[in-house]
């Protein structure tokens, strides 16, 4: 399995960024795909997961909970981070991760694959 990260840059506060985790392999028959960020000095903090199977169980950290929107594509193998009302203190290198268990894991652990990071730059 290998994750292709994309879609950082840089944004004011309140603006939208949307992130793209392209994955190859067989990750998008069963398991699941989560991001995370870390900023530098702290550990890498889980944001978001989603499921690959039909259906798509969603879940999200309580810091962006109403503001991120995780989703995948299975024609593109390509899960997205729709980041909306983005704050400064979101600023941080996104990463995104697959598991090989069907459910949207918060464990660091559970996930075996990641991708190369993707900068995320909010101004005030």
């Known amino acids: 399995v290998q994750l292709q990260a994309s879609g950082g840059g840089s944004v004011q506060a309140g603006g939208s960024l949307r992130l793209s985790c392209k994955a190859s392999?067989?990750?998008?028959?069963?398991?699941?795909i989560g991001w995370y960020r870390q900023v530098a000095g702290k550990q890498r903090e889980w944001v978001a997961a989603?499921?690959?199977?039909?259906?798509?169980?969603?879940k999200y950290a309580d810091v962006v909970q109403g503001r991120f929107t995780i989703s995948k594509d299975y024609a593109k193998n390509t899960v997205y981070l729709q980041m909306d009302s983005l704050k400064p203190e979101d600023t941080a290198v996104y990463y995104c991760?697959?598991?090989?268990?069907?459910?949207?894991?918060?464990?660091?652990?559970?996930?075996?694959?990641w991708g190369q990071g993707t900068l995320v730059t909010v101004s005030s």
């Open positions: 392999g067989s990750i998008f028959v069963t398991g699941a």
């Open positions: 989603i499921t690959t199977t039909p259906g798509g169980v969603t």
């Open positions: 991760a697959a598991s090989r268990g069907a459910f949207a894991s918060t464990d660091i652990a559970t996930y075996t694959y």
